[in-house]
C-alpha cells in the first residue's frame, strides 16, 4: 500500500472528473499564495499548509477508506522525514537550515503525492534554487554559508511538476 501514489485522481486510461480538477484548481491557488507570502516574508502559514493537507485528505477520501488512511499515513511519514532532517542539521550546524513552515508544507503535499513522489519533488525543487541561486551569483550577490532563501517557492514547483507528471 505504501508504494502507491497517495491519491489517484484519474486512475488509468481515466480522465479527471469535475471534483477532481476543482481540487486541483484549488491546490493550485493555494501554491500560488503560499510560494507568494514565502517568498515575501519567508514564511508559510500554518493555515495555508492545513489547506493543503484538508484537501489532498478530502480527495483521497472520496477514492475510498484504504486511499484516505494510505494519504494520511504517507504525510506524516513524510513530516516525520523532514522534520528529521531538519533536526539533524540543526545539530549539526548553529542555524535551521529548512524552516518549520517548509517541513508542514512537504507534510500537507505527501498527502497528494505519496512516499513515491517525495524524490522527485525535491529533485525539482533543489534543482529549481539552484538555478536561482547560480543567477544570483552571475548578477554578482555574495552567497556564503548564510545566504538563505526562501524554499517553498521551489518546494511548490515541485509538487505541481510532480503532480503534473501523474496526470499525463
Not at 12 to 21: H, T
Not at 29 to 41: E, F, G, N, Q, S
Request: aromatic residues 8%; hydrophobic residues 55%; glycine residues 12%.
Amino acid at each position: 500500500m505504501m508504494a502507491l501514489p497517495a491519491i489517484d485522481l484519474a486512475g488509468p486510461g481515466q480522465e479527471l472528473n469535475g471534483p477532481s480538477v476543482a481540487a486541483l484548481c484549488l491546490l493550485l491557488v493555494l501554491c500560488v499564495a503560499i510560494a507568494i507570502i514565502d517568498w515575501r516574508h519567508r514564511i508559510i502559514p500554518d493555515g495555508c499548509n492545513a489547506a493543503v493537507a484538508a484537501l489532498g485528505l478530502a480527495v483521497a477520501a472520496t477514492t475510498g477508506t484504504d486511499r484516505f488512511v494510505s494519504a494520511a499515513l504517507q504525510g506524516l511519514l513524510v513530516f516525520a522525514l523532514f522534520w528529521s532532517v531538519r533536526r539533524l542539521y540543526r545539530a549539526l550546524r548553529p542555524v535551521h537550515g529548512l524552516g518549520l513552515g517548509d517541513v508542514k508544507f512537504m507534510g500537507a503535499a505527501g498527502t497528494w503525492i505519496g512516499l513515491s513522489g517525495v524524490a522527485p519533488l525535491i529533485l525539482v525543487a533543489c534543482t529549481t534554487a539552484l538555478a536561482f541561486i547560480g543567477v544570483e551569483m552571475c548578477r554578482g550577490k555574495t552567497i556564503s554559508g548564510r545566504f538563505a532563501i526562501p524554499f517553498g517557492p521551489f518546494l511548490v514547483l515541485g509538487l505541481v511538476v510532480v503532480l503534473g507528471s501523474s496526470l499525463t
